[in-house]
Structure formats: structure tokens, C-alpha cells
Nanobody
Framework: QVQLVESGGGLVQPGGSLRLSCVASTSIFSIYDMAWYRQAPEKQRELVAKITFSGSTNYADSVKGRFTISRDNANNTAYLQMNRLQPEDTAVYFC??????????WGQGTQVTVSS
């Protein structure tokens, strides 16, 4: 069973940057599509960015040009580099592993707060 552990969240001022990490406890990390979702208070969870097992990426319109998703298969880790953060980016960010559109694991979430 895959387990995911996120880290890297915190409090940052508007315009600042954070990098989230998601470490997977599996030796077959490379076969999974990895994604970052976020959930703000009283809102539904939404897809932020996704990177497939082959390296293709896609992003929510709200983060295009500001966020970058990447993966390091050698270290079983997915990343989300977040630049030019805005207050509306405040949310709990979750990592997800999927294969053939079937979700296999969620992380516990990491809080990102953008505030002055």
C-alpha cells in the first residue's frame, strides 16, 4: 500500500514562494500519476496540478505560470513549486497518487497560508 507524506507548507506573505514535497513509500513510484489538490475552508477540494508517470503536466487555470509540478523518481518524491503566492492560494494542500485514473493514496495534507 502506498503512503504519502507531504511537507513544506507554512505561512508566507503575498508574492512569496513555497515548495511542497510529497514522499511516497513505494519502490514503484514511477508508475503513478502524481497530483496536488487543495481545499480551502468551506470549499470543495480542487485539482491544482498533475504530472503523469511519463512526465506530462497540467495545471488549474488559477495557478498557470505561477506553480510548477515536478517529480524525482529516484527519490520517490513529487514537488510543487509555488511562486507569486496570493491570499486565495490559502488552503490545505494534498498529494495524490493514481494509476489509470484510479486513486491509490492521499497524503495527510499540509497547510499553506498566504497573508500579510
Amino acid at each position: 500500500q502506498v503512503q504519502l507524506v507531504e511537507s513544506g507548507g507554512g505561512l508566507v506573505q503575498p508574492g512569496g514562494s513555497l515548495r511542497l514535497s510529497c514522499v511516497a513509500s513505494t519502490s514503484i513510484f514511477s508508475i503513478y500519476d502524481m497530483a496536488w489538490y487543495r481545499q480551502a475552508p468551506e470549499k470543495q477540494r480542487e485539482l491544482v496540478a498533475k504530472i503523469t508517470f511519463s512526465g506530462s503536466t497540467n495545471y488549474a487555470d488559477s495557478v498557470k505560470g505561477r506553480f510548477t509540478i515536478s517529480r524525482d523518481n529516484a527519490n520517490n518524491t513529487a514537488y510543487l513549486q509555488m511562486n507569486r503566492l496570493q491570499p486565495e492560494d490559502t488552503a490545505v494542500y494534498f498529494c495524490n497518487a493514481a494509476r489509470d485514473f484510479v486513486s491509490f493514496a492521499w497524503g495527510q495534507g499540509t497547510q499553506v497560508t498566504v497573508s500579510s
